[in-house]
């Protein structure tokens, strides 16, 4: 396991998290939306997907519905990284098929565990 995609729309976000987990040793994608991150993912095998909710466009929930929607990925690990902290945004994110919910700011070794407890 070694590469990972970070779907957010957040400039700022996307670079942090790039940064953490290619100091790691991770190969890792960016994408600025769900449309994106699809695009991305269908050309390109990931092994771990990080997405925020709040996006335009195509907002997280429903990224993570497309995904799961593809028989051949429905198995990727999915953790959403978002500044939403309600129940119900929690409760969202896993019907829609996310495996993790991390509330931002995010902890670098929190987000390195997370990825790497994904990955196996």
Request: a negative charge; charged letters at 25%; proline letters at 3%.
């Amino acid at each position: 396991m070694n590469k990972v995609l970070v779907v957010d729309d957040s400039l700022t976000a996307r670079n942090y998290h790039r940064s953490i987990l290619q100091s790691a040793g991770f190969t890792v994608g960016t994408a600025e939306d769900g449309a994106q991150g699809l695009e991305l993912l269908f050309k390109t095998p990931y092994d771990v997907i990080l997405t925020d909710i709040n996006m335009i466009g195509m907002n997280g929930y429903d990224f993570i519905r497309r995904v799961r929607a593809e028989e051949e990925y429905q198995e990727i690990p999915i953790a959403i990284i978002s500044t939403e902290k309600e129940d119900e945004d929690m409760r969202l994110g896993y019907e829609a098929g996310a495996n993790v919910y991390i509330t931002k700011p995010c902890n670098p070794m929190t987000l390195l565990e997370n990825v790497k407890m994904l990955g196996r």
